[in-house]
T-cell receptor, first 111, second 112 residues
Framework: GESVGLHLPTLSVQEGDNSIINCAYSNSASDYFIWYKQESGKGPQFIIDIRSNMDKRQGQRVTVLLNKTVKHLSLQIAATQPGDSAVYFCAEGGAGGKLIFGQGTELSVKP | NAGVTQTPKFRILKIGQSMTLQCTQDMNHNYMYWYRQDPGMGLKLIYYSVGAGITDKGEVPNGYNVSRSTTEDFPLRLELAAPSQTSVYFC???????????FGEGSRLTVL
């Protein structure tokens, strides 16, 4: 069946370092992948998405990489700041609008 | 725009009671979703809708029902509440043209 999972449940980084959050997925038919950030007590916020026909997409301080060969997705955050501390979820979606989320990785940024 | 509005924000139910979580959006989005999030876990899709009159099951639909009579509203009904339904419920919407989901602030439900 479909599943989206993350390799690491927690990640601790020093302020100013780069962060890499990983995600594995199993549905090779997914059309797109999205990264969300969730701060404590709030709903998830969209960060960046990538279509299945792309390998890389860059945003402001964030880069998403997609490796369809090994069904792996990663989110890179450059110059991590204390405000980046949150739980990060990957999600995969396909035709029909269904969007499935992974378990999440908690990012902790040390000042 | 208010975005996605969920009510109530908090609710305590007794086992066997029923209730409806309300969700409304003012962005004229066709796609709407209900997710539940248990402590320390990811979001599980309960039901979703791609337009008025159309609904479909997600990953964990048992114990819930939805309806989509208008574009704006997507209520989630819990029948015969059980402790396993204690969770935070999030409603979300998207235009479908963009993959970005806009989430409400969540409804925290406790079943005792």
């Amino acid at each position: 069946g479909e599943s989206v999972g993350l390799h690491l449940p927690t990640l601790s980084v020093q302020e100013g370092d780069n962060s890499i959050i990983n995600c594995a997925y199993s549905n090779s038919a997914s059309d797109y992948f999205i990264w969300y950030k969730q701060e404590s007590g709030k709903g998830p916020q969209f960060i960046i998405d990538i279509r299945s026909n792309m390998d890389k997409r860059q945003g402001q301080r964030v880069t998403v990489l997609l490796n369809k060969t090994v069904k792996h997705l990663s989110l890179q955050i450059a110059a991590t700041q204390p405000g980046d501390s949150a739980v990060y979820f990957c999600a995969e979606g396909g035709a029909g609008g269904k969007l499935i989320f992974g378990q999440g990785t908690e990012l902790s940024v040390k000042p | 725009n208010a975005g996605v509005t969920q009510t109530p924000k908090f609710r305590i139910l007794k086992i066997g009671q029923s209730m409806t979580l309300q969700c409304t959006q003012d962005m004229n989005h066709n796609y709407m979703y209900w997710y539940r999030q248990d402590p320390g876990m990811g979001l599980k899709l309960i039901y979703y809708s791609v337009g008025a009159g159309i609904t479909d099951k997600g990953e964990v639909p048992n114990g819930y029902n939805v309806s989509r009579s208008t574009t704006e509203d997507f209520p989630l009904r819990l029948e015969l509440a059980a402790p396993s339904q204690t969770s935070v419920y999030f409603c979300a919407s998207s235009s479908g043209l963009s993959r970005e989901l806009f989430f409400g602030e969540g409804s925290r439900l406790t079943v005792l």
